[in-house]
């Protein structure tokens, strides 16, 4: 199983950006798709998270501000991202739980894609 993250980049503030993540591989089912973010010096922390049953999840600072959505037939997960901030700048990983065929559910990482939000 891989997650490909994409849409990475520099970006002024107040500008957009999406990010979208890929699943693909042997995949029995997804249970649930996100987004966490690492800034310098910081711990990783979740941004937004959608279950397989539609429940969202937003850190408090990107309320309003960010939206995840996600293709289920597609097994891929989105980030809108806008009005950017300084402080969204960050390596951004995908995250999905999600069960291979025979196998216990468990949690699967993207490599990640650089966020940065600079004038």
């Known amino acids: 199983v891989q997650l490909v993250e994409s849409g990475g980049g520099l970006v002024q503030p107040g500008g957009s950006l999406r990010l979208s993540c890929a699943a693909s591989?042997?995949?029995?089912?997804?249970?649930?798709m996100g987004w966490y973010r690492q800034a310098p010096g910081k711990q990783r922390e979740l941004v937004a998270l959608?279950?397989?049953?539609?429940?969202?999840n937003y850190l408090d600072s990107v309320k309003g501000r960010f939206t995840i959505s996600r293709d289920n037939a597609k097994n891929t997960v989105y980030l809108q991202m806008n009005s950017l901030k300084p402080e969204d700048t960050a390596d951004y990983y995908c995250?999905?739980?999600?069960?291979?065929?025979?196998?216990?559910?468990?949690?699967?990482w993207g490599k990640g894609t650089l966020v940065t939000v600079s004038s």
């Open positions: 995250n999905a739980l999600l069960r291979e065929p025979g196998l216990p559910r468990r949690d699967y």
């Open positions: 591989g042997s995949i029995f089912s997804i249970n649930a």
């Open positions: 959608i279950t397989s049953g539609g429940s969202i």
